[in-house]
């Protein structure tokens, strides 16, 4: 047998190489647009957040095809989840969650429930305050706790401008507009430190005014559908990593004094089955549950 030659040698290592190298696999990313539900009507704090996604998704050419908003606020949310849950192993369907993820099925008996979704990222947690009519007189949640005292039928609910109720309990961002116009008042914060933006930062929390510890903020997540692919959770992650991170989306934290509380896999995870059981335990003792 011949001895092979020094180009005979370099040819048959490169016909190894060639049989034996194969290119990586691409990275998974969408390849038709996102819808992204919201579970909820339009102007409210999760309508506000995911089309800001979308905004700076097209503004910035986070993604490489658009993201749609679609609102599916029936039944208090609940046609939005029953959407997204009937969408099983689709890559292309996103659903922000706000209460209404543990709310809904409990109050309502709907057949859903967060684990039918696959958890993509928490964007932001929201604080709760305790709101007034400025053209009342109450100054302090003291005044209008003693006011609620001495005049049984008060009233607390959600059209506070409108003067159809006495007080209401509601997430900043949705009331900042009327807080700045004169409209309402703020009198508590129902977290365990004051929010520290310079425009919040005098108010009380609820420990500081009433010396009671009662806490409450509401998540601002992301899931995706049923049994969404790995390789598609882990491009949402990385793409709303790169919205939060954007001065837009600080800026927006800030002014709805929002909590910047970004977080996935299994800490989000730890958090949406605490807060599951919040939910309910609160619900149990107010009778809200439906049988």
């Excluded at 430190?193 to 420990?207: L, Q, Y």
Aim: net charge positive; glycine share 8%; with cysteine.
């Amino acid at each position: 047998m011949r001895p092979l030659t020094p180009i005979a040698i370099v040819l048959l290592a490169l016909s190894l190489v060639t049989a034996l190298w194969s290119p990586p696999a691409q990275a998974w990313e969408p390849t038709k647009p996102i819808e992204f539900i919201i579970p909820a009507g339009t102007g409210g704090g999760a309508d506000q957040m995911a089309r800001l996604i979308a905004g700076l998704s097209e503004k910035y050419k986070l993604s490489p095809r658009p993201v749609i908003v679609v609102n599916k606020s029936g039944g208090a949310g609940a046609e939005g989840f029953v959407y997204v849950k009937g969408k099983k192993g689709d890559a292309h369907t996103i659903i922000i969650t706000l209460s209404n993820l543990f709310t809904t099925p409990l109050a309502t008996g709907t057949p859903f429930n967060w684990r039918d979704f696959t958890p993509i990222a928490r964007m932001a947690l929201d604080r709760f305050i305790l709101w007034v009519n400025a053209e009342t007189p109450y100054k302090s949640a003291k005044e209008y706790l003693a006011a609620v005292k001495a005049k049984p039928g008060m009233k607390m609910g959600v059209n506070l401008v409108g003067k159809h109720v006495d007080s209401t309990v509601n997430n900043p961002i949705e009331c900042v507009s009327h807080w700045k116009a004169g409209r309402v008042r703020p009198l508590a914060v129902f977290d365990p430190e004051r929010i520290p933006d310079p425009d919040w930062k005098d108010i009380p929390t609820v420990k500081e005014a009433l010396g009671l510890d009662i806490q409450y903020n509401m998540l601002r997540g992301i899931f995706g559908a049923p049994d969404m692919p790995k390789e598609a959770v882990d491009w949402y992650i990385g793409f709303l990593r790169k919205v939060y991170d954007t001065k837009d989306f600080q800026d927006y934290l800030h002014k709805g004094a929002l909590k910047a509380a970004f977080t996935t896999g299994a800490e989000y995870v730890t958090w949406v089955d605490g807060a599951e059981k919040l939910h309910k335990e609160l619900m149990e003792k107010g009778g809200l549950i439906k049988k």
